[in-house]
């Protein structure tokens, strides 16, 4: 198998904690479901805390939940519901996730991977929940479908310049953390007067003008 389809190296092995930390915040089944089937097809060669992923059980149990979420990630409200309960899902796994990919070797290193990739996972988390709850102020579900395709096609993308480009993936990443923080910074008073209104709207009152 060409060298360039396995991990084999730190700078992959960080890559692929660090990717796995993100992609959990946003599709979490389908990076356990991707990564896992790759090493399962010996595209890539996962590192001994991650072996599960590649089981027959958990393929079909990830494999079975990326298809429920890929549908209702694209329905309109049930995506932010979904997001939601997610929340104390989506940050623990990724990380574990994380840990997985670099503590076999040191306790130490498995706690510093856990808390990178849960801070991804939250970071990337949080920038998905806002930003569908803003989509779905529109009244059309379009606009919902589109950016939830983009999310898909983006996390695979990511997984996959990780696993073969890792240094220009860590730019990658930094880029994205950087687009997330800043859209969450710029959605917050828009979601602020959204849930003002519908606080309004369910107690009987008028909602409050202004910021």
């Known amino acids: ?52 992923l590649q089981h027959p059980g958990v393929l079909a149990a990830s494999g079975f939940m990326c298809f429920v979420e890929f549908f209702a990630d694209k329905i309109p409200w049930v995506d932010s519901a979904w997001d939601m309960v997610h929340t104390f899902i989506r940050i623990p796994a990724g990380a574990a996730l994380a840990a997985g990919a670099l503590g076999g070797d040191s306790a130490a290193m498995g706690w510093v991977a856990a808390l990178l990739g849960g801070g991804l996972a939250a970071t990337s988390h949080a920038a998905k929940l806002t930003t569908r709850a803003a989509v779905n102020t529109s009244p059309e579900p379009f606009s919902n479908i589109a950016v939830s395709l983009a999310e898909d096609g983006f996390v695979v993308f990511m997984l996959w310049l990780a696993a073969t480009h890792p240094a220009v993936f860590a730019i990658a990443l930094l880029l994205t953390l950087a687009a997330a923080v800043l859209l969450m910074v710029v959605l917050f008073k828009f979601l602020r007067l959204v849930g003002r209104k519908l606080a309004g709207f369910l107690s009987g009152r008028p909602a409050a003008q202004g910021s």
């Open 1 to 52: 198998m060409d060298a360039l389809y396995r991990l084999i190296d730190a700078p992959q092995l960080l890559a692929l904690a660090a990717a796995l930390g993100w992609a959990s915040g946003i599709r979490l089944y389908a990076a356990v479901f991707i990564v896992g089937m790759a090493a399962y097809l010996g595209f890539i060669d996962l590192p001994h805390g991650l072996l599960a």
